[in-house]
């Protein structure tokens, strides 16, 4: 069983909370970026390649991409109409496009990439003081190469960047090639697991290498700033145990390996993207909460990354599992037990606005604190009613049927209902569809040890 749509078929219509994202007409299953960057004027050269397959008899087609100049447009090699306005590249090939037909379309283009303009600020590419990072999530990704922009249309990448030789490029992925010619060097990495286009991040900067694992272990690099690299090492110390533990869990780890990267800067929050998650300098620092976030984003990589949620509606997926790994964190490394910590996530929620319904928050909600701590405690009540032996065999089965695929919270409930002694509607509906908080979930079953 795997949700993993056949890539001919054009996915559900438009994304109900970004309809103007993406176009659901056909699907893309490899993008080749061969990428220039100059951090100080900011300048960005590109080539993109993507390979696709029309769901629908294509006369046009659509690509998202910010404001760049567009040097050419080809689709299959031959030369294609287009217009570029408001953040969509409409694309005409000579001869329309047939229903489940592959074609390949390459666009050329140069700018200066900034963040797209969000609710939530700008996302995607982001000029830094020394270098630059991608934090897409949910929409930046046209910030910097042309796609379509929808979380269930995974595709494989391989990405090419050529910047100036002290620079260090960190991509997703496994480096394949990195060459230096005159002043310059090429970094040429590989993603071959699936991937949204929200979860493809570039980080460019003067950073050192520090390793956390090697193989056997699933090999988990940092690039940090030389000045951190002491504090790295020992805030992030225990990341290679978190791994060990979150494979017990959830299954065997979803990728090749697994990268940090530490900008030289404050960052509101740290960033998850396939392979690869970014803190700022301030996440540094030891203690709980800077600990949690460690736990929280390589938890994504599992929830989120390689399971992807079908569309920004089921949001809650990607962030109540891994709210509650903090908390399966917290009890086995020997502190408070996830049932303290969701306790206190109760309390918390008690004490704010019910407004929240957690199975459709809405656009404006999708990002709410309330969103990831009630997350966490529909996690935990479903332990409480199925007992930790089903509870942990249903994750771990969760992640390993899914594994690279695209799922929603209808597959999630239709999955549970499996482990369950009894029917869970009930419990689903007050936690996911009833904005009223539900009583803390009290173990019913004795815990199995």
């Not at 217009?83 to 090939?93: A, C, F, M, S």
């Not at 956390?212 to 805030?235: H, I, N, S």
């Not at 392979?275 to 976030?293: D, I, K, M, Q, S």
């Amino acid at each position: 069983m795997n949700h993993q749509h056949s890539p001919a078929s054009p996915i559900a219509g438009p994304d109900p909370y970004f309809p103007n994202s993406g176009d659901p007409r056909y699907r893309v299953h490899r993008y080749e970026l061969a990428l220039d960057y100059r951090p100080g004027p900011n300048r960005l050269g590109g080539t993109a390649r993507l390979s696709a397959v029309a769901g629908t008899a294509l006369p046009e087609f659509a690509l998202d991409l910010a404001e760049f100049r567009i040097g050419r447009v080809l689709v299959d090699g031959k030369a294609a109409r287009y217009t570029h306005r408001g953040g969509k590249l409409r694309v005409r090939p000579a001869k329309a496009l047939a229903a489940g037909a592959a074609f390949t379309v390459e666009v050329h283009y140069t700018g200066n990439p900034r963040p797209v303009r969000s609710p939530w600020g700008g996302l995607g590419w982001e000029e830094l003081t020394d270098g630059a990072l991608v934090a897409s999530q949910p929409v930046g990704a046209p910030s910097w190469f042309p796609c379509n922009d929808r979380p269930a249309d995974k595709a494989t990448y391989q990405i090419a960047v050529t910047t100036p030789s002290p620079y260090t490029v960190a991509i997703g992925g496994r480096l394949l090639t990195r060459t230096t010619r005159a002043s310059s060097t090429t970094w040429v990495y590989e993603q071959s697991a699936p991937t949204s286009t929200y979860l493809v991040t570039v980080s460019i900067g003067q950073y050192q290498p520090v390793q956390l694992a090697e193989r056997p272990a699933v090999p988990q690099t940092g690039y940090v700033p030389e000045r951190l690299a002491g504090g790295f090492a020992v805030d992030f110390g225990r990341q290679p145990q978190m791994m060990t533990f979150f494979e017990e869990a959830f299954g065997p780890y979803p990728f090749g390996e697994y990268t940090v990267v530490v900008a030289d800067e404050e960052l509101d929050v740290p960033v998850e993207a396939q392979g690869v998650a970014t803190f700022g300098a301030n996440h540094l620092g030891g203690g709980w909460e800077r600990e949690r976030l460690i736990a929280h984003e390589l938890a994504h990589q599992w929830f989120g990354n390689s399971l992807s949620i079908a569309d920004w509606s089921h949001i809650w997926l990607n962030e109540g599992l891994a709210k509650y790994a903090e908390w399966l964190w917290s009890e086995y490394s020997g502190g408070p037990t996830a049932a303290k910590r969701a306790a206190a996530a109760h309390t918390l929620l008690a004490g704010l606005p019910q407004d929240l319904r957690l199975g459709d928050p809405g656009r404006k909600l999708m990002f709410d604190d309330r969103l990831y701590q009630r997350g966490g405690l529909t996690v935990h009540a479903l332990r409480c009613a199925v007992g930790d032996r089903a509870f942990f065999r249903l994750l771990k089965d969760w992640t390993v049927l899914n594994r690279h695929g695209v799922v929603s919270t209808a597959d999630f409930r239709a999955h549970c209902a499996r482990y369950a002694g009894g029917p869970l509607d009930g419990l689903f509906a007050a936690w996911l569809h009833d904005p009223m908080l539900p009583a803390f979930p009290s173990s019913l079953r004795p815990p199995v040890l």
